[in-house]
């Protein structure tokens, strides 16, 4: 967003990667965080876990974590100023920040805050996906909390990861369960993000044997080893969602089908055959080939 590129680099000197941002590839980088200047009192590393520019460019959130720690601590950055806009927001786990499409606020995923006397391995249990607001002072939501009755009913084990699409009118909820590669999605209106409760849907299940998707506008493709040992592209809708009744738009083949991802120009389509890596671009017309 705004032109500008946001990057990590690490100098010979360095200890930890540093985050810098430039104005197009060709412009002066100029740093923002430096984890070396944000070691504790006990002179403990510091290192930035992630980081997510918000979609114009203008704000960027950004993780520290102490001393490889999977947790960190989730602040945001005015770019022009380099100042940190809000308090930071301990416990914050998964590696992951969606800011809604107008930059108005962002979902995170926290762990509990442990009481006294509980397992040290509670901590990865019950974990909370919740919305923040940028503005209006509002306690931050909780959208999706692993072991709840809510839906969607996620196991308290399980990591929720929350997103907003950009260019749909959906926000996305997917339990990240370990190294398991097979996912399940469910989905709510982006437009009811402020209600007491969203009207999740379940769009597909760890039966359907998925473990990528892509979206364009009410288009959901899904790339599954269903009877599909290399892989396959199905496609189906966001809002009536059948993966029973998809349509397949790359049928299995000799390629080993690796990865998809959705472009303003069509679906491209990472495979391997043998050692090759090979790269195919699927135009969204209906009866369009790779």
Known sequence: GGGRVFHEKRGADDKQFKLYVRQGFKGAERLLVDPDGLAGADGAPRAIAFFQASNNGRLVAYAVADGGAQEAALHVMDVATGKDVMAPIARVHGGHVSWLPDDSGFFYT????????????????RATAFLHRMQGGAADMAVVTAGGDALPKIAAEEMPLVAAVAGTRWVLAMPAN??????????????KASAAKLAWRRLFGRESQVTGFAIHGDDLYLLSHLNASRYKVLRTSLSRPDVALADVV????????????????GLYIQSR?????????LPYAKDAQP
């Open 178 to 191: 370990g190294v398991q590669k097979e996912i399940e999605l469910h989905a709510a209106p982006l437009g």
């Open 110 to 125: 926290r762990l509990q805050a442990l009481t006294a006397g509980a397992p040290e391995t509670d901590k990865y249990k």
């Open 250 to 265: 790359v049928a299995p083949g000799e390629e080993v089908i690796d990865r998809i991802v959705a472009a303003r120009d």
């Open 273 to 281: 055959d043998a050692t090759a890596g090979k790269l195919y671009r």
